[in-house]
C-alpha cells in the first residue's frame, strides 16, 4: 500500500524546493490562465482611470525625485558655497534701501527703525518707503519717516495714489528717484541686523554680479504649531532649494525682499514687471540671461515675520503658486531658445513647473478611490510592486528634503523635525485646493490683484491678543473654500474606511496625511474668525477698495 503521509511529506518537500513564480508571472498567469475566469480581469472602464492615475502618480513621483536631485546639488557642489566677498570696494558705493508697504501699520514703524540702525555711511544710504496704502496707514507712515528725518536720515516717504503694478510698479516708481548704482529692497514685516549692507554690498565688488540673496530667519518661529511649521517649509527652500541651485551655478531666483541688486542689471534686464505676481523671479530669470551672475549668501541671515493666520499663509502661497506658473508661461520659452547648457534648463523647468503638481493632486484625489477599488481586485501585487514605490517617491522625497534642510542649520536639534514632518506633509496636502486655483487662472491667463501677506508685529505668545485684533483688520475672506477642504476631507475618511475595511492597511498612513491636511486648513481658516460666513456679511477685497491720499511725491 502506498503510505499517505509519506507521500504527503515527499510532495510537500518538493514544493518547498520548486522555484516559485514572481508576482509579476503570477499575475499575468491570473489575467491570461482560463482558469481564473471569472475573477477580475482589464477593462476598458478600468484602464480610462488607472491610466490617468498612473501618469498622474509618475509625475509627482518625477517631482520627488528632483528634491532628491535638489539635495545632491547640494553637497557635491559645498565647496562652491558663497562666504566672503573676493574683493573690496576701497570707496563705499551709495546704495538706495527700498521698503515696499502696503496696509501696514502694525510693522511700518518697526521696519523703518531696523533700517534706520543699519551701519552704513549715512551720507551713502538713502531710504526710500514706498507706500501704496488705501489706510491709516499712509499717516502713520508719514509721520514715522518724518520724525526719522529730523533725526538726519536720508529718507523719504512715497505714496502713490494709482497702484498700477502693485509692488513692481512701486519698485519701479521708486527707481526713477534712486540716488545710488545699487538697490535693496526689504517688505514690511523683515528687520535686517545692523552690519547686512556691509556683509552684502562688497561681493559687488565684481562687475558681473548683479543680485545678492540672503537667507531669510523666523523672529516669531515659535508663535504657535502653524509658525513653526512654515518655518521648516521656508528652511528648505532657502537651504536646499537656493543652496544647491547656487553652489551648482545653475538659475536661482531674488525673494522679492532681503536682496540687493545692481539698478544697471535690473535695467538692462527690463526693469520690473507686473504681468506676474511673482514679479522677483520674472526679473531674475530675464537678469541671468542677460549674463547677470546672481550670489546666494547662506550664512547671511535676515530675520522676518511668519503669517500667523492659516488664511494669510494661504495668502501669500496661492500667489507664489500663480506667480511661478506665470514665469513658467512667460520665461521658460526664452530659457529653451537661449544657448544655456541642459542642465541648466532642466533645473529651470523643474523649479518654474513645480506647482503644476497641485491640480494635479486634485486629480488624484479624485482617482484615488475608485482606483483603490480596482486595484483591490487585481491584487496585491500591483499595490505593494507599483502604487507603494510611486507613493513613496513622492511623499519620503520631502521628508529627507526638509530633515536635512534642519540638520544643515541646527546640527544638535534637528531631530525634533521628525515630530513635524507628518503635519508638514499634511499642510502641504492641504493647500491644494487654493492653490490649485491659482495654477489653474494662471494656465488660462486670469489675471488678478497682488494680495498681500498681512502683518501683525506678532513675535510672542504676549502679544498673541493684540494681534488677534488686528487681524479681524486685514483678514481676507476665502468663501466657500474652507467648506470645500472640508468636504475632500470627509472623501479622503471613507478612503480609510474602505482601506480598512478590505485589509489594505498599508494606504492607511497616506490616506489619513490627506484626512488630516484637509480638515486642518478647512478648520484653521474657519475657526480663526471667519464666522462671518454664516451672517452672510460680504466684504470686498481690501486692493480694491482704494481711497484717494495726496502723493507724498
Given amino acids: 500500500m502506498i503510505n499517505c503521509s509519506v507521500l504527503i511529506s515527499n510532495l510537500a518537500a518538493i514544493l518547498a524546493t520548486a522555484p516559485r513564480p514572481s508576482p509579476v508571472v503570477t499575475f499575468l498567469q491570473k489575467q491570461t490562465n482560463p482558469a481564473f475566469k471569472g475573477l477580475y480581469h482589464a477593462n476598458g472602464f478600468d484602464m480610462a ?52 508697504i502696503f496696509n501696514e501699520q502694525f510693522v511700518v514703524e518697526r521696519l523703518v527703525q531696523s533700517i534706520c540702525n543699519l551701519d552704513y555711511p549715512a551720507d551713502k544710504l538713502d531710504i526710500q518707503l514706498l507706500d501704496d496704502s488705501t489706510d491709516e496707514t499712509v ?10 528725518r529730523a533725526k538726519g536720515h536720508d529718507i523719504v516717504h512715497i505714496h502713490r495714489v494709482d497702484r498700477t503694478g502693485f509692488k513692481a510698479g512701486a519698485l ?11 538697490v535693496a529692497v526689504f517688505d514690511a514685516d523683515f528687520t535686517p ?24 530667519t523666523h523672529i516669531n518661529r515659535n508663535y504657535s504649531f502653524l509658525t513653526e511649521v512654515e518655518a ?42 507686473h504681468d506676474t505676481l511673482t514679479e522677483d523671479t520674472d526679473l531674475s530669470y530675464r537678469c541671468q540671461l542677460k549674463g547677470w551672475k546672481f550670489l546666494y549668501l547662506q550664512d547671511v541671515e535676515c530675520p522676518a515675520e511668519l503669517p500667523i493666520e492659516m488664511t494669510a499663509f494661504k495668502t501669500q502661497q496661492v500667489r507664489w503658486a500663480k506667480g511661478l506658473i506665470q514665469c513658467s508661461i512667460k520665461d521658460l520659452p526664452k530659457v529653451m531658445r537661449s544657448n544655456v547648457n541642459t542642465r541648466e534648463k532642466i533645473e529651470a523647468w523643474y523649479h518654474l513647473t513645480a506647482n503644476i503638481s497641485y491640480p494635479l ?57 521628525f515630530f513635524y514632518l507628518p503635519f508638514l506633509m499634511a499642510l502641504g496636502i492641504g493647500l491644494t485646493i487654493t492653490n490649485s486655483k491659482g495654477v489653474i487662472e494662471a494656465l488660462l491667463g486670469i489675471q488678478t490683484a497682488f494680495a498681500r501677506t498681512p502683518k501683525y508685529a506678532a513675535t510672542g505668545k504676549t502679544q498673541a491678543n493684540v494681534a488677534a485684533k488686528a487681524a479681524k483688520k486685514y483678514r481676507k475672506r476665502l468663501g466657500l473654500v474652507p467648506w470645500i477642504e472640508l468636504a475632500v476631507g470627509t472623501y479622503f475618511a471613507l478612503t480609510v474606511w474602505y482601506a480598512i475595511a478590505n485589509e489594505n492597511y498599508i494606504t492607511v498612513p497616506f490616506l489619513i496625511l490627506f484626512v488630516y491636511g484637509y480638515w486642518y486648513t478647512g478648520l484653521m481658516s474657519l475657526l480663526q474668525g471667519r464666522f462671518d460666513f454664516f451672517r452672510g456679511v460680504v466684504r470686498s477685497n481690501e486692493e480694491e477698495r482704494i481711497k484717494p491720499f495726496p502723493v507724498g511725491i
Fill in 232 to 273: 521648516i517649509l521656508l528652511d528648505g527652500h532657502f537651504v536646499l532649494e537656493h543652496g544647491g541651485r547656487s553652489r551648482a551655478g545653475v538659475f536661482f531666483n531674488f525673494n522679492g525682499t532681503a536682496g540687493m541688486w545692481r539698478i544697471k542689471a535690473i535695467e538692462e534686464a527690463g526693469g520690473w514687471q
Fill in 49 to 100: 482611470l488607472l491610466i490617468p492615475y498612473f501618469i498622474v502618480l509618475i509625475i509627482l513621483a518625477s517631482y520627488g525625485f528632483h528634491r532628491y536631485q535638489l539635495v545632491w546639488l547640494y553637497y557635491k557642489y559645498r565647496k562652491n558655497k558663497t562666504t566672503t566677498p573676493k574683493s573690496h570696494f576701497t570707496d563705499l558705493p551709495r546704495v538706495t534701501i527700498q521698503l515696499p
Fill in 361 to 417: 493632486m486634485i486629480l488624484l484625489s479624485v482617482l484615488l478611490l475608485p482606483a483603490m477599488v480596482i486595484r483591490f481586485y487585481q491584487g496585491w501585487f500591483q499595490m505593494m510592486y507599483i502604487d507603494v514605490p510611486l507613493f513613496l517617491a513622492s511623499t519620503f522625497s520631502i521628508s529627507s528634503f526638509y530633515l536635512v534642510s534642519q540638520k544643515e542649520l541646527f546640527p544638535g536639534r534637528w531631530w525634533r523635525t
Fill in 193 to 216: 541686523p545692523t552690519d547686512w549692507v556691509m556683509k552684502v554690498i562688497h561681493h559687488f565688488a565684481e562687475p558681473n554680479i548683479g543680485m545678492v540673496q540672503t537667507r531669510w
Fill in 139 to 148: 499717516k502713520v507712515a508719514a509721520e514715522v519717516v518724518e520724525r526719522y
Fill in 172 to 182: 519701479e516708481h521708486g527707481l526713477k528717484y534712486a540716488k545710488g548704482d545699487f
